[in-house]
């Protein structure tokens, strides 16, 4: 079965350092998708970045970025140069081929992040 | 900018009522989901649908419904409320039949407790 494991379930970080957040997965699909999504105290889900399986670089957006291994199934999250905008929750994501029609993905259980200043 | 729109952020609700949760989207998707959060589990879908009038469980479907007559609007339904079921509630859509890479667009919750 697919699982996503997030195993930092919070962090601290100084303001204007870099910050790795850990994502795992599990799947024996060979195409997929894999998503990261970031929850401020206030609910609304925002949409980071997307890494498509097949994808020979790793996608970046902005200060974000996914260092993507493949052969470990590992999809970390790098934001560079973090801001106290950036304390939040962060969630990982899996999109398994086979449910392409109705698009479901699989959540992590999130890792929280909090900016000291 | 898709909008998701839930119909209330915040609810109190007694044991027992049946409860109605509101979702329109305003992008002509065809998919939409509903989802729970609670602490250290993520986010666990409840129900999808991918049509108008069609529906399909997701992992954890006991004790809820849904509903979708018109392709905007998805309403997830508790019949009959239980403290259990004091959660976070997010509504999501996609459009098209293969976004591999079209994020979900999520509502910004509802914070449901059942007292």
């Known amino acids: 079965a697919q699982k996503i494991t997030q195993t930092q379930p919070g962090m601290f970080v100084q303001e204007k350092e870099a910050v790795t957040l850990d994502c795992t997965y599990d799947?024996?699909?060979?195409?997929?998708?894999l998503f990261w999504y970031k929850q401020p105290s206030s609910g609304e889900m925002i949409f980071l970045i997307y890494?498509?399986?097949?994808?020979?670089q790793n996608a970046t957006e902005g200060r974000y970025s996914l260092n993507f291994q493949k052969a470990r199934k590992s999809a970390n999250l790098v934001i560079s140069a973090s801001q106290l905008g950036d304390s939040a929750m962060y969630f990982c994501?899996?999109?398994?081929?086979?449910?392409?029609?109705?698009?479901?993905?699989?959540f992590g259980s999130g890792t929280r992040l909090s900016i000291r200043p | 900018d898709v909008k998701v729109t839930q119909s209330s952020r915040y609810l109190v609700k007694r044991t027992g009522e049946k409860v109605f949760l509101e979702c329109v989207q305003d992008m002509d998707h065809e998919n939409m989901f509903w989802y729970r959060q609670d602490p250290g589990l993520g986010l666990r879908l409840i129900y999808f649908?991918?049509?108008?009038?069609?529906?399909e469980k997701g992992d954890i479907p006991e004790g809820y419904s849904v509903s979708r007559e018109k392709k905007e609007r998805f309403s997830l339904i508790l019949e009959s409320a239980s403290t259990n079921q004091t959660s976070m509630y997010l509504c999501a859509s996609v459009g098209g039949h293969l976004p591999e890479n079209q994020p979900q667009h999520f509502g910004d919750g509802t914070r449901l407790s059942i007292l």
């Open positions: 890494q498509g399986s097949y994808d020979q």
């Open positions: 799947t024996s699909d060979p195409s997929y998708g």
């Open positions: 994501a899996m999109r398994p081929p086979g449910y392409s029609s109705a698009s479901k993905i699989i």
């Open positions: 649908s991918y049509d108008v009038k069609m529906k």
